[in-house]
């Protein structure tokens, strides 16, 4: 006789309870970027509308940066730690293979036994786990899930290289989800094209940078570190063209127009991606449009929750609005989900 296996309980709906956020100390103006790349402030802004970026020091980690931004989102919304089910942590940047950072953060927080992991997917990996974690929580796999996307990139960053040193940054964001009465996360529009892994890469894997290190060893020589390297107009050419779809997708997904969008978050990739992106999109006048890159950077994996607490704080949008997120980037891979903003703490 074949058993009967029992089904979790599940959910309709889900919704961002909390956001929070954390910045690093050590703010960067374009002054001290321009030198190293040969470049000048006129440029960077005009390439990009970056006017200073975040680096993080030796003592603001990837565990540190997401737990402070965590504490945050968890006090937004009213949830203890012990009452997390899963940490899905977003990261590109973690310099080791294992343990999940994510399992390290549960830990930092106090949670017990609390299932956690980290997900890969370059710019677009907020986007990426908070749709898991909508996921988790409708299925009835966890009432609660700490979501956070952060990032050192500055560790991976070549100081003098013209197409990528004024750009990255680093950072968190951190989101609760959690059971809802209503919707508050919208189904996910995501996709890959792995056909364009070149566009954002990193331009060695650690088993070729530690054969040069032998050789150099053997030889007297020198090597060089892996960093990222960008080719920035195809990932430009392919965002101008491509993302209007998945802006669409999602809207569509979500069962409303452009017209009910108050604000639209995109990846702070570029200033200049955004405003074609939101001329296509031909979005209202009103839709307020997060600028967070200007004053963050390009933070990967924590841009969108960093832009959205941004917005929540200066006052430009309000818990309850109804937000377009689109995530992009590195594999080439998108994301995005039409969102109801949540509170953030004081």
Not at 235 to 244: C, G, I, K, S
Not at 315 to 332: I, M, N, R, S
Request: glycine share 10%; charged share 20%.
């Amino acid at each position: 006789m074949t058993a009967r296996i029992a089904t979790a309980e599940t959910v309709p709906h889900a919704r961002i309870m909390g956001l929070g956020a954390y910045r690093p100390r050590r703010v960067v103006p374009n002054s001290e970027i321009i030198e190293a790349i040969e470049s000048s402030d006129e440029w960077i802004q005009t390439r990009s509308g970056i006017k200073a970026r975040g680096f993080a020091s030796d003592d603001e980690t990837i565990v540190g940066m997401s737990v402070a931004a965590s504490r945050q989102a968890l006090e937004a919304a009213g949830i203890g730690a012990d009452e997390i089910g899963c940490v899905v942590l977003a990261t590109s940047s973690l310099m080791v293979l294992g343990p999940s950072a994510g399992a390290i953060v549960a830990t930092e927080l106090g949670m017990t036994d609390c299932a956690a992991f980290d997900v890969s997917a370059g710019c677009a990996g907020f986007c990426y786990a908070l749709a898991n974690a909508a996921d988790l929580v409708r299925s009835g796999s966890a009432r609660y899930v700490l979501v956070i996307g952060v990032e050192r990139l500055t560790d991976l960053l070549d100081p003098t290289d013209r197409t990528c040193a004024f750009i990255f940054a680093d950072g968190a964001g951190a989101a609760v989800v959690g059971p809802s009465d209503v919707e508050g996360i919208g189904p996910v529009a995501w996709g890959s094209d792995g056909s364009q892994t070149d566009a954002i890469k990193q331009d060695k894997d650690f088993q070729q940078y530690f054969a040069e290190v032998a050789a150099a060893e053997a030889t007297g020589g020198t090597t060089v570190r892996p960093y990222i390297r960008m080719q920035g107009t195809a990932v430009f050419r392919w965002a101008v063209t491509f993302l209007e779809k998945a802006c669409r997708d999602a809207v569509g997904r979500a069962g409303i127009t452009m017209e009910d969008l108050d604000v639209f978050v995109p990846h702070q990739a570029n200033i200049r991606i955004t405003e074609a992106l939101t001329r296509v999109l031909h979005m209202p006048e009103t839709t307020v449009i997060a600028k967070d890159i200007q004053d963050s950077g390009n933070t990967s994996a924590a841009s969108i929750p960093m832009a959205m607490e941004q917005l929540l704080r200066s006052g430009e949008a309000k818990p309850g609005d109804t937000a377009l997120l689109l995530g992009f980037g590195a594999g080439l891979a998108y994301a995005g989900q039409v969102v109801t903003l949540p509170p953030i703490a004081d």
